[in-house]
């Protein structure tokens, strides 16, 4: 079970702290039924600064590979993680620039003395996963069966039905 970490978020970029870790499948809590159990230990590292505009910032990076189920075939396929986001610290809501002006797009967290860091790095993995991953058509296990896959949807089915209701 990985270790809690709570930061007084400005504090640990005021004093340029930094934190390295792993975090495992099973200590996921949000994104544990959407990865397999070969989702390897994740590393993970969060820094803090104040860059030289005054900013207080947090880098967070996030290296391994997490194991996604198949779409198509439901064998886990792997995917290489390779999450570098950085952070700029916010008193609250009213400091964060209206969109149009923050043409850098930058992210921005509300300062916290009780910051749950697991909560980001999982917020990260959750960003970085993809949105019905599939293997490519060579390397998957339903290669054979495709062309039954492509057999008449059931709305199409249906729309023939209200047709003939009518
Ligand atoms: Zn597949």
């Given at each position: 079970?990985?270790?809690?970490?709570?930061?007084?978020?400005?504090?640990?970029?005021r004093k340029s702290l930094e934190i390295r870790d792993?975090?495992?499948?099973?200590?996921?809590?949000?994104?544990?039924?959407?990865?397999?159990?070969?989702?390897?230990?994740?590393?993970?590292?969060?820094?803090?600064?104040?860059?030289?505009?005054?900013?207080?910032?947090?880098?967070?990076?996030?290296?391994?590979?997490?194991?996604?189920?198949?779409?198509?075939?439901?064998?886990?396929?792997?995917?290489?993680?390779?999450?570098?986001?950085?952070?700029?610290?916010?008193?609250?809501?009213?400091?964060?620039?209206?969109?149009?002006?923050?043409?850098?797009?930058?992210?921005?967290?509300?300062?916290?003395?009780?910051?749950?860091?697991?909560?980001?790095?999982?917020?990260?993995?959750?960003?970085?996963?993809?949105?019905?991953?599939?293997?490519?058509?060579?390397?998957?296990?339903?290669?054979?069966?495709?062309?039954?896959?492509?057999?008449?949807?059931?709305?199409?089915?249906l729309r023939d039905f209200k047709v003939v209701k009518?």
């Amino acid at each position: 079970m990985t270790a809690q970490h709570i930061i007084n978020s400005l504090e640990f970029a005021r004093k340029s702290l930094e934190i390295r870790d792993t975090i495992a499948h099973s200590d996921l809590q949000r994104a544990k039924d959407l990865l397999t159990p070969e989702t390897e230990s994740l590393n993970w590292r969060l820094s803090g600064e104040v860059s030289a505009d005054k900013k207080a910032r947090l880098h967070l990076t996030l290296t391994g590979n997490a194991a996604v189920p198949c779409q198509r075939c439901l064998e886990p396929m792997l995917i290489a993680l390779n999450i570098s986001s950085e952070f700029i610290l916010v008193k609250d809501e009213s400091e964060v620039p209206p969109e149009e002006d923050d043409v850098e797009d930058h992210d921005y967290i509300v300062a916290d003395a009780e910051m749950d860091v697991l909560q980001l790095v999982e917020d990260e993995i959750l960003l970085a996963l993809p949105y019905a991953p599939k293997h490519e058509i060579n390397d998957c296990a339903v290669k054979a069966e495709v062309n039954e896959l492509k057999a008449p949807n059931p709305f199409a089915a249906l729309r023939d039905f209200k047709v003939v209701k009518s």
